[in-house]
């Protein structure tokens, strides 16, 4: 049976390439995640031959990865053909759901706000820990569920005031947990999720509307309206925006939640949990109690 798509690819591809002349103007949050992403990678001890810097946009962090010692060749994969032309050295147009990449060929995958957009992220997932060679690194941001709360919610009290009823706008975005969870369904080793909320303040909302167009990051959901946005409908969101976010100064916030997923392909030389009962060493010995000489519950006076 077919899974209906979330996200219509297409769209999104075409939204990027209206988006490349102004992208960079607009890169603030990937910015951010491309300074977090290097900073991790940094921490790592060992060589990574090979990269691939996956839905790289205008090779923002492609360029960062290469200015990283031990890192020798770093490819950028971008679906949009105007993006991609903004990146530096090697390029490959290509979709995230579905990797050009032979088993076992790639020593690092990065990706910057990008899987959060496929219909297949477990899909995705196995693709990139079959490409992985073994000990290879999969370091990828994404937004998460508390992302853009705000603007969903507003517009959701619009439509249901002035429409009957709320068309979707706002991507559903996944939560950490289930993101980690995804992490061990594709086969990763040592699998880490993480999250990092970001405020972001504006104008006002509209403003926030713009700044999201100018990345590519409007609705390309496939289950959107087809109907044009009313100037009403708009408006009554807006001012929804200010009544119910509104902050002392005038200005709106914007909810970004990343969230950043680390994870290994397997390999012998990794640390394996110890079996369930091969411990050596009681906790109650590690903790100075003998049996049954647990802290006393009862309340004291």
């Avoid at 899909?123 to 994404?142: K, M, S």
């Avoid at 979707?168 to 040592?190: H, K, T, Y």
Wanted: aromatic share 4%; charged share 25%; proline share 7%.
């Amino acid at each position: 049976m077919s899974v209906q798509p979330i996200f219509d690819r297409r769209l999104l591809v075409q939204r990027r390439n209206r988006a490349a002349d102004r992208i960079a103007a607009h890169d603030f949050l990937l910015a951010r995640v491309a300074d977090d992403l290097v900073e991790r990678l940094s921490a790592v001890n060992r060589r990574f031959p090979t990269a691939v810097n996956l839905g790289a946009y205008h090779g923002l962090i492609g360029r960062r990865l290469r200015q990283l010692p031990g890192i020798d060749l770093v490819t950028d994969v971008e679906a949009a053909g105007r993006l991609l032309d903004l990146c530096d050295g090697p390029r490959l147009q290509a979709d995230e759901e579905a990797l050009p990449f032979a088993e076992q060929s790639v020593d690092l995958i990065v990706s910057g706000l990008a899987l959060h957009l496929v219909n297949d992220l477990p899909g995705a997932l196995i693709q990139i820990r079959r490409a992985l060679r073994p000990d290879g690194l999969l370091l990828a941001a994404l937004l998460g569920g508390a992302s853009l709360t705000e603007l969903r919610a507003a517009f959701l009290i619009a439509e249901e005031e002035l429409e009957g009823g709320a068309s979707p706008r706002v991507a559903p975005f996944a939560d950490v947990r289930d993101l980690g969870g995804l992490l061990q369904r594709a086969g990763l080793a040592l699998p880490v999720a993480d999250s990092d909320t970001v405020t972001v303040t504006y104008r006002d909302p509209l403003a926030l509307m713009l700044d999201l167009r100018a990345m590519g990051a409007t609705n390309a959901l496939a289950e959107r309206s087809r109907r044009p946005l009313r100037r009403a409908t708009l408006a009554r969101a807006v001012e929804v925006y200010r009544e119910r976010f509104g902050l002392p100064d005038g200005r709106v916030p914007a909810t970004f939640e990343i969230v950043t997923l680390t994870g290994w392909a397997p390999d012998p030389s990794q640390p394996k949990p110890l079996r369930p009962g091969s411990a050596t060493t009681r906790l109650a010995d590690v903790l100075g109690k003998g049996e049954g000489m647990g802290s006393d519950p009862s309340p004291r006076t």
